[in-house]
């Protein structure tokens, strides 16, 4: 039999293409999500190093300042601004060119099997980082870091989107933004507890404890005993593996109907987007990314606009202003004794603030929260600007700056935050998942790239000297996200990746909250009631599967 006896069932019940959720699923996801863990980590670490006496002595060869120092003297103790962007951005450039390459190398090897290559890049990295003392090695070491970092934040984005029950697949993704600000509160919390050490172990322990945090992704807890994405089977033609990874994620038996109907779905529907699209070899599968006409909501080319503008305009909120360059800047800030002690706050308003996405990503879907969420940054963001210029630095105007930076912080991390990646993750069909989730993780690490390389020179005082004032730019920037939510986003909630492409094909954004699927690609495809899978639909599956 065609497909090495897999057989497959259609559904005319367009709720039942899925097994009920199982406590299994979560608990697989929550391993995936780890990965959130040493993104946040590595990218939230360095911005207090900057900061502490240690290493801005050891790497600049400046002397500490003597206890009755001139505010300028105090001042002129710092990295030079170009390092600080260099020290940076260089991660961002290294995860830059690991998420696009990554989404090539989930195609070939898998998306668990990516993952777990990114972790050994990634440690790898934090070696050499351990071992620096200088600029050069501790660039070098962040640069390979940032390679290995690439491909986890892309692929764990394009798995768990793969894997995760439709119910709540929105939920599960936030939770690895709920990750990512976890380690990003960790590398706070540490940097915090040897801020004042006086030899190397102050930055030498923060970024070796990034290991702590590979380890756990690996082997030893989580994604070694998690299945494959039962997709990428699908899209490697082997079909018989997509059942039995299916089946595990579902905890149901390989014949069991549900596990039938789930695939039928998923091999139709990527039978019917190869037909629309056309098949072609490497460098057309990557053209693919670009096709059809930007009015279209389904076009190729339309989704790739969805998920690099979503990523690219989550960068643009300004965000990792704060978490890279916060303690920094809220030494300048005025009045305040302990900056390390603030930037530790506004990790910990974006940790708790998270979870409130669990709930309402699935309860008002994607768009209302990438909407509100755009108009509440944009808001907090001019209040900060604007008490800066008409009050200056007084005490008083720099609490409330500080209390608008927290409420900044708690719209992003409730919305924008994990409704990016949410976004990314269910809006590419199969043929061009990977590339299509790769070029948007890779252009959230391009703008990442290079906030990082100028907000130095724009707010330090002996360049652009913005200070405060630089919230200015960030709001004129946020007006732009509304947009993205109106014109562009979807609901997405409740469905099944096959389902939000057809919602594509049918609706549009405004309409897509009251958009309910009537049909299943199976059927579409002439997949009928009696069981086994068209063998003209197997063998086009399985002779597809050697072009990755
Ligand atoms: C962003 C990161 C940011 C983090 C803050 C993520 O979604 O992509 O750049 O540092 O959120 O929580």
């Given at each position: 039999m065609p497909g090495g006896g897999v057989v497959l069932a259609a559904t005319t019940d367009v709720n039942r293409i899925e097994a009920p959720v199982i406590r299994k699923a979560y608990l697989m996801c929550a391993f995936a999500a780890f990965g959130g863990i040493f993104f946040g980590y590595d990218s939230g670490y360095i911005n207090g190093v900057m900061g502490m006496r240690y290493f801005v002595h050891e790497f600049t060869d400046l002397p500490y300042p003597a206890a009755d120092a001139t505010e300028a003297e105090k001042a002129a103790f710092v990295i030079p601004a170009w390092r600080q962007s260099l020290i940076v951005s260089i991660l961002s450039a290294g995860t830059f060119i690991g998420s696009i390459v990554a989404g090539d190398v989930a195609d070939f090897l898998g998306r668990r099997t990516t993952i777990i290559a990114g972790r050994g890049i990634f440690s790898a990295g934090v070696i050499v980082q351990v071992a620096a003392t200088a600029y050069d090695l501790l660039v070098a070491g962040r640069l390979i870091a940032g390679l290995g970092v690439g491909f986890v934040s892309a692929i764990i984005i394009l798995y768990m989107s793969e894997i995760a029950p439709k119910r709540v697949r929105g939920a599960i993704v936030s939770g690895y933004q709920f990750c990512i600000t976890v380690g990003i509160m960790l590398a706070s919390c540490v940097v915090y507890g040897t801020q004042n050490y006086t030899d190397s172990g102050s930055y030498r322990i923060p970024i070796a404890i990034q290991w702590v945090w590979a380890l756990l992704l690996g082997k030893s807890v989580g994604l070694a005993c998690l299945p494959e994405s039962p997709r990428y089977f699908v899209k490697r033609g082997e079909l018989q593996k997509a059942t039995k990874a299916l089946a595990r994620l579902r905890g149901q038996p390989d014949d069991s109907e549900y596990i039938q109907q789930e695939l039928a779905e998923i091999v139709a529907n990527h039978e019917y987007e190869l037909r629309a699209t056309g098949e072609g070899g490497y460098l057309q599968t990557w053209l693919n990314c670009f096709k059809g006409s930007i009015f279209d909501p389904k076009s190729n080319l339309r989704r790739t606009i969805l998920g690099t503008s979503a990523q690219m305009m989550q960068q643009w909120t300004g965000i990792n202003f704060i978490f890279y360059f916060g303690t920094t800047f809220f030494q300048k800030l005025g009045s305040i004794n302990n900056p390390f002690l603030i930037s530790l706050v506004t990790t910990l308003v974006n940790v708790f603030s998270t979870p409130l996405s669990f709930w309402t990503v699935e309860r008002f879907g994607r768009r209302p929260l990438l909407i509100w969420g755009a108009l509440g940054m944009v808001v907090c963001q001019f209040i900060i600007a604007i008490a800066r210029t008409v009050d200056g630095a007084s005490p008083a105007t720099v609490k409330a700056e500080i209390s608008f930076i927290c409420v900044y912080i708690f719209f992003f991390a409730s919305t924008w935050g994990p409704g990016a990646w949410v976004v990314v993750g269910e809006t590419f069909p199969l043929s061009i998942r990977s590339r299509g989730v790769a070029l948007s993780v890779a252009s959230n690490w391009l703008w990442n790239c290079v906030i990082a390389i100028i907000t130095p020179y724009m707010v330090n005082p002996d360049q652009g000297n913005l200070g405060a004032k630089v919230f200015f730019v960030w709001g004129a920037l946020c007006i732009g996200l509304p947009l993205v939510g109106l014109l562009l986003a979807n609901?997405?909630?409740?469905?099944s990746l096959e389902q939000v492409d057809a919602l594509l094909e049918e609706s549009t954004p405004r309409k897509s909250a009251k958009w309910v699927p009537t049909k299943t690609f199976a059927r579409e495809m002439g997949i009928d009631g009696s069981g086994v899978l068209k063998g003209e639909i197997v063998e086009d599956v399985e002779r597809r599967g050697s072009v990755f």
């Open positions: 609901r997405g909630t409740g469905l």
